[in-house]
């Protein structure tokens, strides 16, 4: 799964040249203003309006700001009354699940990041590992939105699958990770079928875990 990402020290010019954008306009929080770097699951509403993702508009390729935790365009109900957890979406289940089959036909979308964050161990005594690429640069997630008229609200999902034998020992899910440009462009633009194999791909090899052991259960 996916609970907490970065976007800290996150450079514009290595997400232009990952995602091959089509608008070079920084957001904002690329112009040093991220003063919330640590993005977490919350069930505070609009917590973190400000997180970037790539997503294919109207034949651009642009960044914008989402809320993390997809609101569909059929919920008509106060954002308080969303007792859904959409901060995850399971690759197993993306066709079938009412929240995201209209976003994985149309509105896929990519979340840079500067690492994200697995907890083991037991409650109380739990080891944060921070999760990098072993590359370097942004980590990009796999991911889906979607656009509520009533909230006017742009929010996304990160996609999980099954980890490899490395990552298994530190949960059983681990987000959909786009390594490099080619990945990227057959995601956002290419089939249904095509990006669901491209996200369901292992990049155990490339994960780099800091502490590189998960701590052990009481």
């Not at 980590?139 to 909230?151: E, H």
């Not at 298994?168 to 959909?176: K, L, S, T, Y």
């Amino acid at each position: 799964m996916c609970g907490s990402f970065d976007t800290a020290n996150l450079s514009w010019q290595d997400i232009v040249d990952l995602a091959r954008l089509t608008t070079n306009e920084p957001l904002p929080l690329f112009s040093g203003k991220d003063r919330f770097p640590m993005r977490k699951k919350t069930k505070a509403a609009g917590e973190w309006n400000g997180t970037p993702i790539i997503r294919d508009r109207n034949d651009v390729r642009e960044a914008a700001e989402a809320q993390w935790g997809l609101v569909p365009f059929w919920w008509r109900k106060p954002l308080s009354e969303k007792a859904f957890d959409t901060f995850n979406a399971k690759l197993e289940g993306v066709r079938e699940t009412k929240s995201y089959r209209h976003a994985l036909e149309k509105q896929r979308c990519v979340i840079p990041t500067s690492c994200f964050y697995e907890s083991t161990g037991p409650k109380g005594g739990k080891t944060k590992h921070r999760v990098t690429l072993a590359g370097g640069g942004p980590v990009m997630l796999a991911g889906l939105y979607d656009y509520n008229k009533d909230l006017e609200l742009l929010s996304f999902t990160i996609i999980t699958t099954e980890p490899g034998p490395r990552f298994r020992a530190f949960h059983h899910r681990v987000p959909a990770i786009l390594p490099g440009p080619g990945a990227i462009e057959g995601y956002l633009s290419g089939p249904v079928d095509e990006a669901i194999a491209i996200a369901g791909r292992s990049t155990d090899e490339l994960l780099v875990m800091d502490p590189p052991e998960p701590a052990e259960p009481a």
